[in-house]
């Protein structure tokens, strides 16, 4: 697959790309008003920390199981109609959080909004994969305004929480995810596979080059565990502030987004196994850092690293699953997310808290070791 500007055609408001970068900007800035403020609105319910957790890992849970029956769905009604319905559904139900009391009704609405907030992001990334075997648009650019609204939304979210408390937040998410459900229904159309081509769920395992993915996927993706869920802990018991917390957060971000709108020409060079080799060798670098120093002039350069262990891991599974026959998009996307990313991230998460308890900031050696790991892995991708 080619991620790079088509010559000629849509060039327009309406083209493809243009339609593409709206959908994950309404997506992702869903994300960054709810995310920061979910296990505040769970608390004010009356949760507990304690309940607040088994909500958040049963939520996790629930959404790698229903990815790839999302994608099932997809295969047999289309893509388009099952990402406006889920992101529709998931809308609605999120106000519904700020309203609710008490452990029973408020893990019974996370559920169901977990279930189906679960495949948008996998559905976009199919159906933008099927476009651009089409038309081809450059995938970093499109991608990169995701990045750009989950920043926007999260500063925005954070005055109206100010002002109008924790719930506010999800009235701006729920607003994203009915946006996200509108330009759906004006994406490409990709019709459902005629029933001789749908195959097993599990069809993509069959292929040699996505279980190859799915180990450099794993291992690198999942060293972000203790980076997600303790290097704020671990910065501010250094005395760091929130402030410099947060733009030490924000550095990589904006790292990131400069990879996607500027790294074309690097991508194309690299390739898939070129980009999960940079990935892993820079995990290795940055995690090391991270681990023995948490002085800020050296922290700020070694999290533009993210552009490279976040963002390059991304854009070279992006291009190994556009590699893979066109029938397998969104069931090769759903499976990956499940396997590849979520339930990596979410087994290291669990092993990151007793490894933070133990050695504190030490534990990042453990999240370069993996990454070392994943170098061995990346080396068997193809291009």
Known sequence: MVLKPASGGHTGPVSPAFRFSLIFGAQFASLGAALPFVPA???AGGLSAQQVGLVLALGTGTRLLANPWAARIADRTGLRGTLALAAVVSG????LLGWGQGIAVLLAIYILHSAAVAPIVTLSDAAAIAEIRRRPFDYGRVRAWGSVTFILAALAAGQFVGLWGAGSALYISCAALLA???IALTLPPHEALPPAARGSMWEPLRHPAFRRLLPASALIQGSHAMYNGFSTLHWQAAGLSPGLVGALWGAGVIAEIALFVFGRRLVEKLGARGLAMVAAGSGVLRWSVTAVTVDPWVLFPI???HACTFGAMHLAAIRSLGALPPALGARAQALHTSLGVGLATGVMMVVAGPLYAALEGHAFWAMAGLCAMGFVA??????
Request: glycine letters at 10%; a positive charge.
């Open 378 to 383: 990346a080396t068997r991708l193809g291009r």
């Open 92 to 95: 609605l139900l999120l106000p």
């Open 180 to 182: 996200t459900g509108a």
């Open 303 to 305: 999290q533009l690293l």
């Open 41 to 43: 609105v769970l608390t």
